[in-house]
């Protein structure tokens, strides 16, 4: 349904202009209002109506009212036949505009692949970044199932670009590690259960440390974790994912000419994927994966170690300073003349203020 316009919308993209109101001349009735609608509808979006539906009720009185036709006279239009078609015709005559075809297709998927999809990875914008540039180029979106299309095959282009980018800056020895915390369990190779869909309570069974030797998915299940309660324990666990991030050895700069974007989405891909399916991937895209989640949790551990360490200062100070209070309040209670102690703590207190 179409929203709600106020009068300088109305006045900016619904105005006809002398040459568009000549365009009008020989038509009548709803065929002149229609024409009128889908004229500056298309000037406004770059493509045309599907129905009234998409027609703003201000905007039809708006035009209406210039074009001199009752706005009720659009319920005898036909919105599929042949006098719509030539409508449409006569619209991209006056505005420039062509049919998105096949070599316009390919071009905006190749456009959006190289300008746009190496930085953005929401499917959504990429549309709307589409759009905006078919609009630019005087053509007509396509039908929404190929535009959904020409989105996707951007997407995959991009990600392909950017998958063997990040491959070829990861030694085999690096990517070797990688694949062992998502190996399957057991050394005969034997397909069990993934770890990590259960991996939410503590580290290890009954809340005990994974030791280095532990098995590559229960390392990732423990890298997976959130930080617990402030404690040394939890300390303990940090320092422990963090150690296992850094003995991969991925390089730090890696990811360098990656955008934030488009690294903080394949984290969240691996942070929903079980080992199994992150095994399913291609050599390529099985490599990026887990080395772009490992390098995002490096910085959120790191971030959780901070966090824990200045709670813990904190705590420190304050059960420090709750110790010399009680301590000066028992001493205070001790002394005669207590309150003339007091009132002179008060007055140099004041004094210093």
């Known amino acids: ?155 995959d282009q991009s990600e392909k670009a950017l998958t063997l980018r990040v491959w070829s800056r990861v030694s085999d020895d690096v990517a070797e590690r990688m694949f062992t915390l998502i190996a399957r369990r057991g050394e005969d190779g034997a397909e069990t259960e993934d770890r990590d869909s259960q991996a939410g309570g503590e580290i290890g069974d009954g809340g005990e440390e994974v030791s280095a030797e532990a098995e590559g998915v229960d390392v990732f299940a423990a890298i997976r974790q959130d930080p617990g309660n402030v404690s040394v324990t939890t300390m303990e666990k940090e320092v422990f994912k963090l150690g296992a991030i850094e003995a991969i050895g991925l390089p730090q700069d890696v990811f360098d000419d990656i955008a934030p974007g488009v690294l903080l989405s394949w984290r969240a891909r691996v942070a929903v994927s079980s080992p199994s399916h992150l095994r399913r991937h291609g050599h390529e895209l099985r490599v990026t994966l887990p080395a772009a989640y490992l390098h995002c949790r490096r910085r959120e551990i790191i971030d959780a170690m901070t966090d824990l360490l200045i709670t813990t200062v904190k705590r420190i100070n304050a059960r420090a300073d709750t110790k010399v209070t009680e301590e000066f309040v028992a001493e205070l209670k001790r002394v005669s003349g207590k309150e003339n102690i007091l009132f002179k703590m008060t007055q140099a207190a004041t004094a210093a203020g």
């Open 1 to 155: 349904m179409a929203r709600a316009l106020d009068e300088d919308e109305l006045v900016g993209h619904w105005t006809l202009l002398d040459e568009e109101m000549e365009l009008l001349s020989g038509r009548r009735g709803p065929t002149k209002l229609v024409f009128a609608l889908m004229l500056k509808f298309h000037q406004l979006h770059g493509w045309f109506p599907r129905g009234r539906g998409e027609l703003p009720d201000e905007a039809v009185e708006y035009v209406a009212a210039a074009v001199k036709v009752p706005a009720a006279d659009l319920a005898f239009y036909e919105w599929d036949g042949r006098t719509s078609k030539a409508h449409r015709a006569d619209v991209r005559a006056f505005t420039g505009f062509r049919e998105c075809g096949v070599e316009d297709a390919e071009k905006a998927a190749e456009w959006l692949s190289g300008d746009v999809c190496l930085s953005e990875r929401r499917a959504y914008r990429v549309r709307a970044a589409l759009l905006a540039h078919l609009k630019d180029e005087r053509i007509e979106p396509p039908a929404k199932q190929r535009l959904q299309r020409i989105v996707g095959s951007a997407l």
